[in-house]
């Protein structure tokens, strides 16, 4: 789809109006409530492919559409990725067991706005080494998030995210990244999740991207599987990530994929 109104960066990053903000508010919204309705569901026993049946059914039920069902032959409504797995998990009938963690990805779309989020869930009882990564994991993104204003850059984004894995002794991920998004599911910018404080375009009030740093205990090299999608940690080190999608505001920036519940972190909200 593309989107021929209002103005382009040099970059190639779309500036967007206050107005658009209300339609990825509740994009947003939508995604990160489906996130909260999970919750009770991820317990030892269950597949990921029931899970994943869960949200197929609630975005249809809600009047929206999955963005994942159909992108470059993609078939299913969310990527659920367990223990190793990086990113891009395809729900399966494989059952979760007991201190298995898990990324829950959704992008859904209403009303022609793409809402992306992302987030940890533990079955059953969390480890320590889990529950250490999980916590560097969220608050790397939301250093990143607190970079968010307009005449920061985007490096400074990506400082914040990096300095503070790495001070833990934790790797960020290469491979993947965030991207802008609004209209469309993937838009300038690649949202790095490492590099220079100062680098990079300069963040302008309109902009919209999601930040979704992947954290590894290990090293931060990955390969993707024979499927295609699933990408894990070549060392086999537990990986863990969260994902918002954002709009930079006068002052900052609004967060379109809060938690209605409070619910974005599993163990403290
Ligand atoms: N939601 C993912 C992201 O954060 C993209 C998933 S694409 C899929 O950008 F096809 F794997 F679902
Ligand atoms: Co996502
Ligand atoms: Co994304």
Not at 66 to 84: D, F, L, R
Request: contains cysteine.
């Amino acid at each position: 789809m593309t989107d021929s109104r209002g103005r382009v960066t040099k970059d190639g990053i779309r500036i967007y109006e206050q107005s658009d903000f209300a339609g990825m508010h509740k994009a947003g919204r939508l995604a990160a409530q489906l996130l909260d309705e999970l919750i009770p569901m991820v317990v030892p026993g269950v597949t990921t492919g029931e899970l994943d049946k869960y949200i197929t059914d609630r975005v249809v039920q809600e009047g929206a559409v999955s963005a994942t069902i159909g992108y470059k032959g993609y078939k299913h409504a969310t990527c659920i990725s367990v223990n190793h797995v990086v990113c891009h998990g395809i729900p399966a009938e494989k059952r979760l067991k007991n201190g298995d963690i898990v990324n829950i990805d959704i992008t859904v779309i209403v009303d022609g706005w793409f809402g992306d989020t992302s987030r940890m869930y533990v079955a059953g009882k969390l480890g320590r080494k889990a529950e250490r990564l999980i916590d560097i994991t969220h608050e790397s993104l939301m250093r990143g998030i607190a970079m968010v204003k307009p005449g920061n850059t985007f490096g400074d984004i990506r400082h914040a995210i990096q300095s503070y894995a790495e001070s833990q002794r934790t790797s960020v991920v290469r491979d993947f990244c965030g991207h802008g998004l609004g209209r469309v599911f993937h838009a300038p910018p690649n949202v790095l999740h490492y590099g220079r404080a100062g680098t990079g375009a300069v963040l302008e009030e309109g902009m919209i991207f999601t930040i979704e740093p992947m954290i590894n205990l290990g090293r931060p090299e990955t390969k993707v599987l024979a499927d295609d999608w699933t990408a894990v940690t070549r060392d086999k080190s537990l990986s863990a990530q969260f994902e918002h999608s954002i709009g930079v505001t006068a002052d900052g920036c609004e967060i379109f994929t809060l938690s209605p519940a409070g619910k974005f972190h599993p163990t403290y909200g």
